[in-house]
């Protein structure tokens, strides 16, 4: 089964949360109002909507790395 990595730049993440609302079970807003990953590793059951996410990501700080 193919895993993931997720990383979301803090640096520059700007607060939309749009990924937190297309993909919950995998995105949190966190206590500074940025983005960050509810799980490092994520598999195939989640990968469509994290790269969703990425995509629509205003200044594409959502960063999916294959392990």
């Given at each position: 089964?193919a895993?993931?990595?997720?990383?979301v730049?803090?640096?520059?993440?700007?607060?939309?949360?749009?990924?937190?609302?297309?993909?919950?079970?995998?995105?949190?807003?966190?206590?500074?109002?940025?983005?960050?990953?509810?799980?490092?590793?994520?598999g195939?059951?989640?990968?469509?909507?994290?790269?969703?996410?990425?995509?629509a990501?205003?200044?594409?700080?959502?960063?999916?790395?294959?392990?």
């Open positions: 089964m895993q993931w990595k997720v990383r730049d803090q640096d520059v993440c700007i607060g939309d949360a749009i990924c937190a609302s297309l993909c919950p079970d995998v995105f949190e807003m966190n206590d500074e109002g940025k983005s960050q990953p509810k799980v490092e590793i994520i195939e059951d989640f990968i469509d909507c994290v790269r969703e996410a990425a995509e990501c205003p200044v594409g700080c959502i960063y999916i790395e294959e392990i």
